[in-house]
T-cell receptor
Framework: QQQVKQSPQSLIVQKGGIPIINCAYE??????FPWYQQFPGKGPALLIA?????SEKKEGRFTISFNKSAKQFSLHIMDSQPGDSATYFC??????????????FGKGTLLTVNP | NAGVMQNPRHLVRRRGQEARLRCSPM?????VYWYRQLPEEGLKFMVY????????ESGMPKERFSAEFPKEGPSILRIQQVVRGDSAAYFC????????????FGPGTRLTVL
């Protein structure tokens, strides 16, 4: 059972465009939703994260939108640059409860930003 | 402050051999997690360890896989009698506390089973 579903699988945009990556979750006990950025041959690096008590969080050019009732959250990258080309993973975990250390990941989105 | 270190970065094994993957957590971190990334898949939790203790191994295959985090030295993920399906990237993360929001990932070990 895939608890976090991510789409699209791949995405190509032009420089300056605003790619949007979507994730949906099933477990209503999740209360922490991070996004990770992974470059080829590297480990995932935390990009930005949100908790369900807010509907939006912005850090630099990266914004998370969160819809608790729909159990969905998305990543928007403003003014995208070729250097943003990477694989992006959404994830979820429970900060309270017995498995507060366990991250559940989506399958990833390969983003290509053309110059 | 060095990040999480994993070695080797690439490991090639023939079917039936043993694979040993090592993870040195960030300085001051006593919590270690192992995740596996199969081709075109997201990372999947395998095991969570603290020094000398396995806290949660619910994501580990029941056979051939084991993990340890001794009092001294790195954490070790051991795969005995490897099969082609074990080919994957194995990532280690560490944290100073028992929460997902403090995990830092290493660069991974890419295991190829011939």
């Amino acid at each position: 059972q895939q608890q976090v579903k991510q789409s699209p699988q791949s995405l190509i945009v032009q420089k300056g465009g605003i790619p949007i990556i979507n994730c949906a979750y099933e477990n209503t006990a999740f209360d922490y939703f991070p996004w990770y950025q992974q470059f080829p041959g590297k480990g995932p690096a935390l990009l930005i994260a949100i908790r369900p008590d807010v509907s939006e969080k912005k850090e630099g050019r990266f914004t998370i939108s969160f819809n608790k009732s729909a159990k969905q959250f998305s990543l928007h990258i403003m003014d995208s640059q070729p250097g943003d080309s990477a694989t992006y993973f959404c994830a979820a975990s429970m900060r309270s409860g017995g498995s507060n250390y366990k991250l559940t990941f989506g399958k990833g989105t390969l983003l290509t930003v053309n110059p | 402050n060095a990040g999480v270190m994993q070695n080797p970065r690439h490991l090639v094994r023939r079917r039936g051999q043993e694979a040993r993957l090592r993870c040195s957590p960030m300085k001051g971190h006593s919590h270690v997690y192992w995740y596996r990334q199969l081709p075109e898949e997201g990372l999947k939790f395998m095991v969570y360890l603290q020094k000398e203790n396995i806290i949660d191994e619910s994501g580990m295959p029941k056979e051939r896989f084991s993990a340890e985090f001794p009092k001294e030295g790195p954490s070790i993920l051991r795969i005995q009698q490897v099969v082609r399906g074990d080919s994957a990237a194995y990532f280690c993360a560490s944290s100073p506390r028992e929460y997902a929001d403090t995990q830092y990932f290493g660069p991974g070990t890419r295991l190829t089973v011939l």
